[in-house]
């Protein structure tokens, strides 16, 4: 089961916490559209001349701004330090949960205040990102000409070729180069196995219903929206200013009953019709059908991949050779019905998710790999430095894991490969931290979990979970299904045991029991071997001994059916549930910060904007422009596009009319980071075009057969720009800058 | 909409026509388990010096079995000229249903004869593959460990890797090389999209219900299992066979009364209870869920991609710069909530397909590439030769289209990528035909439609369509939304084209229909030229004309209200709505079809059995083998297994203990092309290892640092494993031949 899954409503605090309100009615158009500045380069020459403007460093405060910020993080480690003596106390769970959702408000406060002082040179237009985003097809809602449904996205070509190309960059890095066992599972799940993972019982929101035409609300957006509004209101008085957003504050990990008193006190009716609410209830948000004609085999839309893995458990174990530790990953799609999905990508009810399940012995959580990330530098945001209210901390995973600050080797070593796997496609480093959940954010059976969370203009998203979840997900399948899953363990030495065991005496138990025999025989081998010896006790102390049957029969069983015996035997293996290990990533959301990341405004016209993405990546890896319709440029450009599509890069062919300039910014607005002209030179021989690299718009001349292979050892990263502006003449001719009716 | 989908009933056709009764059921085991033969092979050397056993020509029967054959294709021709007589006497749709039930039947009679007559030197054993891709989890049924969901498998590591290497080539081979525009769209669709394309009326089969348990049956299936019984039963007389075994052929197509009917006449009951059964009801195979909390958005699972491209039309349109021909393409999952999945991968409920939208200007439907197929030769079994009784025939597809036999240059270059890409991927072409449909076969909108069929132990199974569907679908989304989903195209000349208008006063119009006043405009404006002279006629005769508006209520318009204006315009475009050519993949089937063919039992052992895939679509490229556990070995495994996945080559080290033969045994069972082992004289300078090709088993000796290089070219099919053992000493040691415990 997938950290994006059970901590469902811990997903939702990472979002609300620094949620903007009516976020798709939010104008940005106000903001100044400042140019974005050019983040580092993935080996731009050009670019590189240019002192390169950083994300600021969020974690190092000038000291005016800690002055501001310092009575913030002395009220959450006040609340810190009570939430531990609770604990440390054995208060009772509802008092702690008190304190903690009051520490979760402070520590709101404080995370909202350091992004409002972090320095303000970088400048971020979503509106126009999303115009971009629309204008090109990356993505846009689903069935418009219907009218649409909330929660749901089509990709087209860009965003099609971006996730796919995310996915396969993704499987080299997990699934081929960890030698990890891939599945393919089905979407459409029975209820039982959910009911098993929990999911049926606890994957809920809790909602309420307009009484007059029943349009459903999500009770904590509700909630959140009318107080903010309340207390923007400037007839409202201080005091309930305060009450609101301290309300506002605690919202999350609130009981139903809280909710409804909060509702009632505000008199909340429904913000569209004015009519009353229901009281709140809680809505499963798995997709249900009935699998087969008849009805009867309820099923759901599976919520995430994971489940797959775990029922699969022992058939991978097997392919493995019985051998642990193994990892299994899955890439495929989840559903969520969403009460009120927005932010865009962030909460849809369609979803790709990407996860590994790692299977290992659960006392050797150590990994063979580890010495090479342990080096790796990562900014990690601890429960600790949570309650403290102390910043995040950049360290190497091998010290946080020999501080046990993260609790093993395993679950370090996934998270160093998880911040490579995200810089490699073009995060952010200065934007991405791990932060660690606290432990009343947990789930009750994981030990330690690392939330990936990246910087958007939504605030801090959850992008990937890392989660500990030791036994519990084999177990419960285990206990629904009878089938054990396990893995043998080879003993250092073997092992002498001590066995008790019912003896039957099964003539006399059938004739005595009948039709209940077998369930009585079941009964008795289920006993373990206290219940055995107590048995044997009351056997010889009374003659008789009452034994409950599993449907909770009960049986007066005599001494000529059963005697106790004890022997001893030699065990070579013992029997272990494997611990699990759990990078889940959200596909979507990846893509998301990753778009946000590298969208940029040209410095000398801020209606050029265009996406940044590395190689690997980009949709496209290059366009080919005939400089204007002469047919004599026609078979340079099939030349050119036959020869590129062979050597294995996606490439686009622009005969358009229009200046070469205007059709580089429409390429650049697709991301393709190169670009080759044949102009009238390219007629001349030897055959020469010029190669343009996108971010720094550099050009260059070159030979014709040259291009292929080396486009296609620029769009692997096996050469740089800057090389290739070393060895070949620097093209100089001017771009039309204005993009003019570009668009 | 797919070929796929509402060509349902042609589907279940082409299986029932040879299906096997109880088909997970029936024991292959008393068949003789001969060697199956080695297919044309991919570059194999040592292969190549074994005269190769081919599987047989179909098409080409022995002097005698025609003899046998004759009056069969007798039949079918006399059945098939009435039908054409019937049709162009224009008899009653009744009659030519009857008469083409009729020849489905000879058909069929036909074909099964023709199979049986085919020569028996191929021999293949159904339930040897089957387990093999159970031991080895290729795939396996889902929620096993829960007793498991009929129809839903899981694909395991292998199974998963193979099915991902066949979609990342037809990427390669489809979006890639054709710069088709990929998009991936949601599942979930609503109720209003699937009844405009005809699956919520359409989209359906005839089941029972036991009418005690509720159990469910598919009435076709249930027909024909009893009658077959019944035509088994030693007690049934002769005329009652003959009855029994001709009403099964003519199953398919029948009305829900004619199978009532039978039903009743034989009394059948519930095979299972020997129950009563329930009339004949239509069942819809989609699943359906609701959207949202509310309950009332209702939902379906797609039944096939193909919707999301039309509704996407007019964003790919402006994508494509306005510009027609261009094409769609989508791979992802569909569902269909069959009655009574059967036959493994092929009828599932859960199933990857891989489909093609091409847009294209319904005047021009010739293609730009055509030329560089039409030399190809295809079997096309033509609507014509089925109706004849005469066998498929062998032609270039340059002379089926330049015949009309193919009804245009575009949908023939498909069908010829089709076939290039199936045998690319390693499917036997001698077992690949092209179906086309019957007219009474096509649905009423397509012009011309070939099914893609590859024969298999299930017999022909359709694996992909390709059918030319005219305007039909965006013609029928564009009538559910009144969103015009059109393309302009240039006219050769200007042209001059009549206007007439209506010409409304607003304020009079306003005044005299107040609330009712948009909707009074609306059907205004909605009149064509002949009904606004007619209204014009009307207002000058009688001062007065009743208009109907869209729902239905009526209006007097008087004289002051509108007037008509009649001008000319010159116009430079014209609208036009696009055909739609849409090659279909069922991912699943082609996957199936090519483990059969590629399906392999060694000669000297019978035990030992294997896939023979190409390594474009091999699970995995290469094994690295240490002879033994000796701990010197391991560098060289190491960085054999660094250098192959740094070349992109996908490899599995096997350390497990056992010889060198059992474990390429094991390596050959999950389809490995290539094998390195690392020995004693590996550990020598120069270091040198042994690399092994799987279908000959032949093996050469070279230098460590060749093998990444070398298997990477192989694995493109950049070098032949002939070139290999020109370029290497050959190495003789054998390998063990008895797979022994290794199992």
């Known amino acids: 089961m997938s950290c994006f899954a059970l901590s469902k409503r811990v997903l939702q605090k990472t979002f609300t916490l620094t949620l903007v309100p009516n976020i798709w009615k939010r104008s940005f158009s106000s903001a100044p559209a400042l140019s974005y500045p050019l983040a580092p380069g993935w080996g731009s020459k050009q670019a590189a001349k240019k002192p390169k403007k950083k994300y600021p460093n969020l974690y190092i405060m000038d000291a005016k701004s800690e002055e501001i910020l310092a009575p913030l993080r002395a009220a959450v480690k006040e609340q810190g330090d009570l939430v531990r003596s609770l604990k440390a106390d054995g208060a009772s769970e509802i008092d702690v949960k008190k304190a903690v959702n009051e520490l979760k408000a402070r520590k709101k406060l404080l995370e909202d205040k350091e992004l409002a002082l972090a320095p303000s040179e970088s400048s971020f237009d979503r509106t126009k990102m999303e115009d971009l985003l629309k204008r090109r097809f990356f993505y846009d809602h689903s069935f418009a000409i219907y009218g649409g449904v909330t ?245 190497t995973i091998g010290e946080a894991v020999a501080k046990k600050l993260v609790a093993n080797e395993t679950l370090g070593y996934f998270m160093a490969r998880i911040q490579q796997f995200l810089l490699r496609i073009g995060v952010d480093k200065a934007r991405l931290r791990f932060r660690q959940h606290m432990s009343n954010e947990m789930a009750h059976y994981a030990c330690d979990c690392w939330d990936a969370e990246i910087l958007t203009s939504y605030g801090w998203v959850e992008c990937v979970g890392c989660a500990d979840r030791s036994a519990y997900d084999l177990t419960q399948h285990t206990k629904a299904t009878g089938v054990k899953l396990v893995a043998e363990k080879k003993l250092p030495a073997p092992k002498t045991v001590d066995v008790v065991e019912p003896v039957i005496v099964k003539g006399v138990l059938g004739k005595q029991f009948k039709k209940d025999a077998k369930k009585v025989t079941d009964a008795l081998t289920a006993l373990s071997p206290e219940q055995l010896t107590e048995m044997e006790n009351k056997l010889n102390e009374a003659g008789t001994y009452q034994l409950t049957a599993a449907d909770g029969s009960s049986f007066a069983i005599s001494k000529d059916v059963v005697s106790v015996k004890r022997h001893q035997k030699t065990v070579h293996v013992e029997e272990v549930v494997p611990s699990v290990i759990e990078p889940s990533f959200g596909v979507g959301r990846v893509m998301y910060a990753l778009l946000e990341h590298s969208f940029r405004v040209r410095e000398d016209d801020d209606q050029r904007t265009f996406f940044s993405l590395p190689p690997v990546v980009a949709p496209l890896k290059c366009s080919v422009l005939p400089l204007s319709g002469n047919s004599e440029f026609e078979p340079f450009v099939t030349q050119l596009s036959r020869e590129l599509t062979t050597a294995g890069v996606s490439c686009k062919v622009d005969s358009a009319s229009g200046s070469i300039g205007k059709r580089y910014a429409r390429t650049d607005e697709i991301a393709i980071p190169f670009g080759v002209t044949v102009d009238f030179d390219t007629l001349k021989e030897p055959h020469t075009v010029t190669l343009r690299e996108r971010d720094s718009r550099g050009q260059v001349r070159l030979p014709l057969s040259d291009v292929a292979p080396l486009v296609s050892n620029l769009s692997r990263g096996l050469t740089t720009w800057a090389e290739v502006e070393a060895k070949y003449p620097r093209f100089e001719q001017q771009e039309t800058t204005k993009a003019g009716g570009d668009s």
């Open 151 to 395: 929660g749901q996205f089509d990709f087209g070509p860009m965003g099609c070729a971006l996730k796919s190309n995310i996915i396969s960059e993704w499987r080299n890095f997990f699934v081929l180069e960890e030698q990890m066992l891939e599945v393919d599972c089905t979407v459409l799940t029975p209820e039982n196995v959910l009911k098993a993972s929990g999911h049926v019982e606890r994957f809920a929101d809790f909602m309420v219903k307009d009484l007059k035409n029943g349009e459903c609300f999500r009770l904590d957006h509700l909630i959140k929206a009318f107080l903010e509004k309340l207390a923007a209101d400037k007839k409202t008085n201080e005091a309930t200013r305060q009450e609101c957003l301290t309300t506002v504050a605690r919202l999350d990990g609130m009981t139903r009953e809280e909710m409804n008193a909060i509702m009632r006190k505000y008199e909340m009716k429904s913000p569209i019709t004015g009519n009353d609410l229901s009281d709140a209830m809680e809505f499963n948000l798995m997709f249900s059908t009935s699998i087969g004609p008849t009805g009867l085999l309820k099923g759901y839309l599976r919520p995430e991949t994971a489940q797959g893995m775990f029922v699969n458990f022992k058939r991978l174990l097997e392919f493995n050779s019985g051998r642990l530790p193994f990892a299994a990953a899955q890439i495929g799609n989840a559903f969520r019905n969403e009460i009120s999905p927005r932010s865009g990508l962030i909460r849809v009810r369609e979803f790709t998710m990407a996860e590994i399940e790692h299977f290992c012995d659960p006392d050797e959580k150590d990994h063979p790999r580890f010495a090479s990330v342990k080096d790796q530098t990562l900014v990690l945001f601890s429960a600790c430095n949570q309650m403290d209210g102390v910043a995040a901390q950049t360290t």
